[in-house]
């Protein structure tokens, strides 16, 4: 597995060529087979909207990322490819170095001024922070912490169809953490404004970065309490209790929801967890 290690600016010695990810507004240049241009913007012909951002090292070759406004074409032979879509066919691996990437562009084009005085901000050396000359302020690459949570009931699961998806999708229930509130309370809360249930025992899995456009996913998975499924109409279109072999359309392996969805199927057929 290859290895990556952060940074905000090459190590002293890093020579040899550097990889380049070129985001345009959350899609990613690639080849016509999909695979990541590496090439650098001035190999290419291009001109970025900002000063490139240094990722870091990966397996010891220096990882940069350029960003380029909406109307930017690359040459004939390559192609924008949005970050979504190739998360169905690159490695965890890369995909997660590319969502850095798209995340971190985002970040340094939307802080070029200073939120309290409005003086333009400068690129620190020493951590990754825009400040601003004039006040102090620094301005950190934005996070949003979001719950995601399979509610169990036996040998069913929840799974919902949400307004935004693309196509038709079912997926675990998820929603923004709001301040003031633990991850557990929003568990609660999500679950119970969106489908109208409540439910106990929430259980931390696992997390995922999620670039969409700068959120962190909290995996849980918790267990119905009481109440029947009254999906809001807004957000949530459709909720319904499935059972393990006979799932729906569901989110491709890349996604944290669908660990969820996969542990729970893997723990009804190693007969874990009760009827309900």
Same mark, same amino acid.
């Given at each position: 597995?290859?290895?990556?290690?952060?940074?905000?600016? @090459? @190590? *002293?010695?890093?020579?040899?060529?550097?990889?380049?990810?070129?985001?345009?507004?959350?899609?990613?240049?690639?080849?016509?087979?999909?695979?990541?241009?590496?090439?650098?913007?001035?190999?290419?012909?291009?001109?970025?909207?900002?000063?490139?951002?240094? +990722? =870091?090292?990966?397996?010891?070759?220096?990882?940069?990322?350029?960003?380029?406004?909406? %109307?930017?074409?690359?040459?004939?032979?390559?192609? /924008?490819?949005?970050?979504?879509?190739? =998360?169905?066919?690159?490695?965890?691996?890369? /995909?997660?170095?590319?969502?850095?990437?798209?995340?971190?562009?985002? !970040?340094?084009?939307?802080?070029?001024?200073? %939120?309290?005085?409005?003086?333009?901000?400068?690129?620190?050396?020493?951590?990754?922070s825009m400040r601003c000359?004039?006040?102090?302020?620094?301005?950190?690459? $934005?996070?949003?912490?979001?719950?995601?949570v399979l509610v169990r009931?036996? #040998?069913?699961?929840? +799974?919902?169809?949400?307004?935004?998806?693309?196509?038709?999708?079912?997926?675990?229930?998820?929603?923004?953490?709001?301040?003031?509130?633990?991850?557990?309370?929003?568990?609660?809360? #999500?679950?119970?404004?969106?489908?109208?249930? $409540?439910?106990?025992?929430?259980?931390?899995?696992?997390?995922? @970065? !999620? *670039?969409?456009?700068?959120?962190?996913?909290?995996?849980?998975?918790?267990?119905?309490?009481?109440?029947?499924?009254?999906?809001?109409?807004?957000?949530?279109?459709?909720?319904?209790? !499935?059972?393990?072999?006979?799932?729906?359309?569901?989110? *491709?392996?890349?996604?944290?929801?669908?660990?969820?969805?996969?542990?729970?199927?893997?723990?009804?057929?190693?007969?874990?967890?009760?009827?309900?």
């Open positions: 597995m290859p290895t990556f290690v952060p940074d905000v600016g @090459p @190590p *002293p010695g890093a020579g040899g060529p550097s990889r380049w990810y070129l985001v345009r507004q959350g899609e990613l240049l690639t080849t016509s087979e999909g695979t990541l241009a590496a090439n650098s913007p001035e190999e290419l012909g291009l001109v970025p909207d900002a000063p490139p951002v240094f +990722l =870091g090292m990966l397996d010891g070759q220096p990882c940069w990322a350029a960003g380029f406004d909406r %109307g930017v074409e690359g040459p004939a032979e390559l192609r /924008w490819q949005e970050l979504r879509a190739l =998360g169905a066919v690159w490695p965890a691996e890369e /995909w997660t170095l590319a969502g850095r990437a798209v995340q971190l562009v985002e !970040w340094a084009r939307t802080h070029r001024f200073c %939120g309290r005085c409005g003086t333009a901000t400068e690129r620190a050396l020493d951590e990754r000359p004039a006040c102090g302020m620094s301005g950190y690459p $934005r996070l949003a912490p979001a719950i995601i009931r036996g #040998e069913r699961a929840l +799974l919902a169809q949400g307004r935004r998806f693309r196509g038709r999708m079912f997926s675990a229930l998820a929603g923004f953490v709001e301040p003031g509130e633990t991850l557990e309370e929003a568990v609660h809360r #999500e679950v119970l404004e969106e489908v109208g249930v $409540r439910v106990r025992q929430p259980r931390y899995v696992a997390s995922q @970065p !999620w *670039p969409f456009p700068h959120s962190v996913m909290i995996g849980f998975s918790a267990e119905w309490e009481s109440g029947e499924l009254k999906p809001d109409g807004e957000e949530i279109l459709e909720a319904h209790w !499935w059972r393990a072999d006979d799932l729906p359309p569901v989110p *491709p392996p890349l996604s944290i929801a669908r660990r969820l969805i996969d542990d729970w199927v893997a723990d009804v057929r190693d007969g874990v967890g009760g009827r309900a």
